[in-house]
């Protein structure tokens, strides 16, 4: 049996019309570029997601930069956020001139550890960018307690986590500010780039609006430099057909996990995803910890199981954060997690028998009779 690491093409195949229709409407519309799909997309996301104001842009690390730079952060501040992420967290502090300072994960929940972030704060502090990794809810309340006391932005990177919850509120509403990707293999994905920012501050929103649209908010009436950053016609009407489905697409990953769990629970030498009490994980990614690792991952390929892992070198550690000269010892939970993590092929279309396949190979590898 194949079990591929995600399938998209068999999530298209489930509402091939809608998306076949929506393409042809915006071609016969010629909506490329702005036009009446983008904007039904960003009115449609700001209602479900509750936002004042949502603006789509071209993608999910634009959408982190453009923040950063609506909020006057750059050069000799310092933007707090975790160790284990997708690079463009980190990169578009440094892209504005101002310096990424890394904090450890939590043992349990992967995410940014709040008990570590305070030591962390200087007065060059200036936001802390917590991510919601894995489609898991950070530790967000207390993260946000943390800030409020010491005036700072917090601006929640839910790339990963559309739609996932804590304490029956959507990640992304609890800071300023939220940014979103809809790469396409995010839970929400278009089928080219995409991305987008939601908040409730208007004076954000405009400065956002106007950065990413060359500096001007009227044609040609540049008030400042800024960038070329769109949502294109196309993605918006595919992500206006994909809306709908979303919540039902994260409950059937969160079953998913939850089988997943149940059927590794004996193996002793993998450790399952715990979710967060009172979140709602929206499983992105499936990640264990696992004994053997690297071992384990080439088995499973051999074996036509698709793998991955996310991240295999936590970015203190990376050779582009050289310059701030880390020493492992400074991460040590993301450092051991880094050669033991391993995620396991999650999409809302994998079925029962692939994860009986998956589970029933990991046991072969571990030599368990199943
Ligand atoms: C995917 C991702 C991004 C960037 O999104 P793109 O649309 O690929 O630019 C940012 N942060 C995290 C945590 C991500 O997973």
């Excluded at 799909?37 to 104001?53: D, H, M, R, S, T």
Aim: hydrophobic share 40%; charged share 25%; proline share 4%.
């Amino acid at each position: 049996m194949k079990v591929p690491f995600v399938d998209l093409y068999a999530q298209y195949q489930n509402i091939k019309s809608e998306i076949d229709n929506a393409i042809a409407s915006v071609i016969r519309d010629t909506a490329f570029i702005g036009g009446k799909y983008v904007e039904q997309f960003e009115k449609n996301y700001a209602e479900k997601y509750g936002f004042k104001y949502f603006l789509g842009v071209a993608n999910g690390t634009d959408a982190i930069f453009i923040v950063l730079k609506a909020l006057g952060i750059g050069q000799g501040d310092e933007v707090i956020t975790v160790c284990n992420t997708w690079i463009s967290t980190a990169e578009t502090i440094s892209l504005t001139g101002a310096t990424p300072v890394f904090v450890d994960i939590e043992p349990d929940y992967y995410n940014i550890n709040p008990d570590l972030i305070e030591e962390k704060i200087t007065e060059r502090t200036k936001a802390i960018i917590p991510v919601h990794l894995y489609g898991q809810p950070a530790n967000i309340e207390k993260i946000v307690e943390i800030a409020r006391r010491h005036n700072l932005y917090v601006i929640e990177d839910c790339a990963q986590a559309h739609f996932a919850t804590f304490n029956d509120k959507f990640v992304g509403t609890f800071g300023d500010v939220a940014t979103f990707s809809f790469y396409p293999g995010k839970n929400l994905g278009a089928y080219g780039d995409a991305g987008g920012i939601g908040t409730n501050d208007e004076d954000l929103y405009l400065q956002m609006k106007m950065f990413a649209r060359h500096g001007a908010l009227k044609k040609h009436h540049h008030l400042i430099e800024g960038v070329n950053s769109r949502l294109d016609g196309m993605q918006a009407a595919i992500l206006n057909v994909k809306l709908k489905y979303i919540q039902q697409w994260n409950e059937k990953r969160y079953k998913n996990a939850m089988l997943y769990n149940e059927l590794l629970k004996d193996i002793r030498e993998i450790t399952t995803p715990k979710v967060r009490p009172n979140a709602f994980h929206i499983f992105h990614v499936y990640e264990v910890r696992a004994q053997q690792r690297d071992e384990l991952m080439d088995f499973l390929k051999q074996n036509d199981i698709a793998v991955a892992i996310h991240y295999p070198k936590i970015l203190p550690l990376q050779p582009a954060y050289a310059r701030l000269n880390h020493k492992p010892e400074d991460f040590p939970v993301g450092l051991a997690y880094q050669s033991q993590i391993l995620s396991l092929p999650m999409y809302p279309e994998l079925t029962e028998e692939q994860i009986r396949y998956v589970v029933q190979k990991i046991k072969e590898f571990y030599g368990y009779n199943s």
